[in-house]
């Protein structure tokens, strides 16, 4: 056995990743919770609440950096075991199924009322929702905002997109095993060589290429997205199989804990101090939240593989439960909020039942999608639930690291 077979952990016999299932549950959980915070910030979202303002943008930025990087990272550890399972032909098929179906069901059906509610808050049509339904399929149309749309279901596509690229990338990356196995093993010895040099790619991408490539999400020419969604999906698919990796994310936790917790304090004090005149310290501000985001990152790791790594009913219904819940969240965070508009209620109210019917109409349309045979991949379940075992999930297992 030569040496970089060492450092690989056997995906054929490694347990499943509990933690990482755990991690995926509450990062996605907290993305609908972030969705909801974006009707009340002064930030662009398809609706907005009368009583939107900065009070709650201090938090959002906390989690902004991570939030979607994260899940990137695990989807692309996901893959790499899920392809050391399955032949790549048999995967890819699936995966693309599992993954197009719901793309295209929620623009013509789940997103669409997101644009029928922003174009009737913006004043440009009437509530004629047939009228609008046939311009919104319709290739000729003259609205503020790109219809048919995906809106959140950007990350789907692009998880699809990301993944159909590695497969393309598969002899490179094998190829790159060795080298890379080493590079882990090399920054594990390192006692900050984990917590900042992955991070250095990402801080090029800020300084060079988000200047000039906006986020659009709309696939085609978001480039620095692109950059760093994909970098963050293949460095995931790397260091999977690394037991070098995942010993060093053990071992730098409090470090990495000490890290984001001094860095996201410094930004939070930036936020709430730095003025206009402050010229220098405002332009560091990129650079400490590349960092404070891949620290962030490693410490939920090392968190949840110390803490999180426990089967249950809990997580087996969650795992399950979460990627229509995600699917459906953001339709009912904008039909509700819009329908909450004229009630002129307090906004801690306001805010309360937005949150209330947005988590419960996600729980109750769930159970009604998960028992029709014929609905349930359209949200990106299986055609049949798995009877007296695990569930299978659109984010497939990830074995123990």
């Not at 399955?86 to 059906?109: E, N």
């Not at 950059?227 to 070098?244: D, M």
């Not at 501000?285 to 990152?297: K, T």
């Not at 349930?376 to 074995?399: C, D, E, I, K």
Request: hydrophobic share 55%.
């Amino acid at each position: 056995m030569n040496a970089t077979a060492t450092m690989l952990l056997d995906a054929a016999t490694t347990p499943r990743r509990h933690d990482l299932d755990w991690l995926r549950v509450i990062a996605l959980a907290l993305l609908i919770f972030y969705h909801v915070g974006m009707v009340y910030v002064t930030w662009d979202f398809h609706i907005k609440s009368a009583h939107a303002g900065p009070l709650i943008e201090p938090a959002m930025l906390a989690v902004n950096p991570w939030r979607l990087m994260l899940l990137f990272f695990i989807s692309g550890v996901a893959l790499r075991f899920a392809l050391a399972r399955v032949a790549l032909r048999q995967f890819l098929l699936r995966r693309t199924l599992r993954l197009f179906v719901p793309i295209v069901f929620g623009m013509v059906v789940v997103v669409m009322p997101q644009a029928y509610v922003e174009l009737l808050w913006k004043g440009e049509i009437e509530p004629d929702f047939a009228t609008f339904y046939l311009s919104y399929l319709s290739p000729r149309q003259e609205f503020s905002i790109i219809t048919p749309t995906w809106n959140h279901l950007w990350y789907v596509v692009y998880i699809m997109v990301y993944t159909l690229a590695v497969a393309a990338m598969l002899p490179a990356l094998r190829r790159l095993d060795g080298p890379s196995q080493r590079l882990f093993s090399w920054l594990a010895a390192s006692p900050w060589g984990l917590l900042t040099l992955p991070a250095l790619p990402f801080l090029a991408y800020r300084l060079l290429l988000d200047p000039i490539f906006p986020t659009t999400h709309t696939l085609i020419d978001d480039w620095a997205t692109h950059a760093h969604a994909l970098t963050i999906f293949v460095f995931g698919y790397l260091c999977a199989r690394s037991a070098a990796f995942w010993h060093g994310v053990d071992r730098t936790l409090g470090r990495a804990l000490a890290l984001a917790a001094t860095l996201g304090f410094v930004l939070l004090w930036l936020r709430l101090n730095a003025t206009t005149s402050d010229r220098m310290l405002l332009e560091a501000v990129p650079g400490l939240r590349v960092f404070y985001a891949w620290a962030v990152i490693m410490a939920l790791l090392g968190l949840a593989q110390r803490h999180l790594d426990k089967p249950g009913r809990a997580l087996d219904y969650l795992n399950q439960a979460i990627f229509p819940c995600y699917i459906l969240h953001q339709t009912l965070i904008i039909v509700i909020g819009y329908a909450l508009l004229a009630c002129a209620l307090p906004a801690w109210v306001e805010a309360a039942l937005v949150t209330f019917g947005t988590v419960a109409g996600c729980v109750v349309l769930y159970e009604i999608v998960r028992r029709i045979a014929l609905v349930r991949p359209l949200f990106g379940l299986p055609y049949r639930s798995a009877s007296g075992q695990r569930r299978a999930t659109v984010w497939l297992p990830v074995p123990r690291g």
